[in-house]
T-cell receptor, first 111, second 113 residues
Framework: AQSVTQLDSHVSVSEGTPVLLRCNYSSSYSPSLFWYVQHPNKGLQLLLK??????LVKGINGFEAEFKKSETSFHLTKPSAHMSDAAEYFC?????????FGTGTRLQVFP | ETGVTQTPRHLVMGMTNKKSLKCEQHLGHNAMYWYKQSAKKPLELMFVYSLEERVENNSVPSRFSPECPNSSHLFLHLHTLQPEDSALYLC????????????FGQGTRLTVV
């Protein structure tokens, strides 16, 4: 069965410092993995997706994620946080016909 | 804008009311979804439609009734709801069922009083 675990419910960083949001997955076959972002009172927006091509995936707004099969991880990173990055981030695995969502990580960015 | 539009954005209804949520997409997608997002809980898949046919009903109470009249429109009919049904209801669409990314609407914030 497919599932994802987001290891941190809250992450706080200072503006200009690196961001790391952690996600581990469980899948019985090669998974499709996604990161979505949700800003307050907004719907979810796709940041990036992994579908068994390159293991390092680049997304929008400077985010990227690396698929590591040996560690069953798909962590989201950004070299330098911006105030506008403050939001909730969801790691997602595809299990057709559904998308399985993690519980989310709330990112706070301090000036 | 993701191309998926939900109306209304906010809805307050009594437990005896009947209301409907509407979702519209013109992305040419053939799958549409209803999700429920409650505080402190993972996003819950409620219904999946593929080519206007309901292909999944995720043990949702019968007080929620979906309708998909065509591939561009999806409704969620609500009646005799409970306060615990208060949540953000998100509509999404995708090109194929679950195999590609989903595009989400901004959601309807539902409050049941």
């Amino acid at each position: 069965a497919q599932s994802v675990t987001q290891l941190d419910s809250h992450v706080s960083v200072s503006e200009g410092t690196p961001v790391l949001l952690r996600c581990n997955y469980s899948s019985s076959y090669s998974p499709s993995l996604f990161w979505y972002v949700q800003h307050p009172n907004k719907g979810l927006q796709l940041l990036l997706k992994y579908t068994s091509a390159a293991t390092l995936v680049k997304g929008i707004n400077g985010f990227e994620a690396e698929f590591k099969k040996s560690e069953t991880s798909f962590h989201l990173t950004k070299p330098s946080a911006h105030m506008s990055d403050a939001a909730e981030y969801f790691c997602v695995v595809s299990r057709p016909p559904r998308l399985i969502f993690g519980t989310g990580t709330r990112l706070q960015v301090f000036p | 804008e993701t191309g998926v539009t939900q109306t209304p954005r906010h809805l307050v209804m009594g437990m005896t009311n009947k209301k409907s949520l509407k979702c519209e997409q013109h992305l040419g997608h053939n799958a549409m979804y209803w999700y429920k997002q409650s505080a402190k809980k993972p996003l819950e898949l409620m219904f999946v439609y593929s080519l206007e046919e309901r292909v999944e009903n995720n043990s949702v109470p019968s007080r929620f009734s979906p309708e998909c009249p065509n591939s561009s429109h999806l409704f969620l009919h609500l009646h005799t709801l409970q306060p615990e049904d208060s949540a953000l209801y998100l509509c999404a669409s995708s090109q194929e069922r679950g195999s590609t990314e989903a595009f989400f609407g901004q959601g309807t914030r539902l409050t049941v009083v």
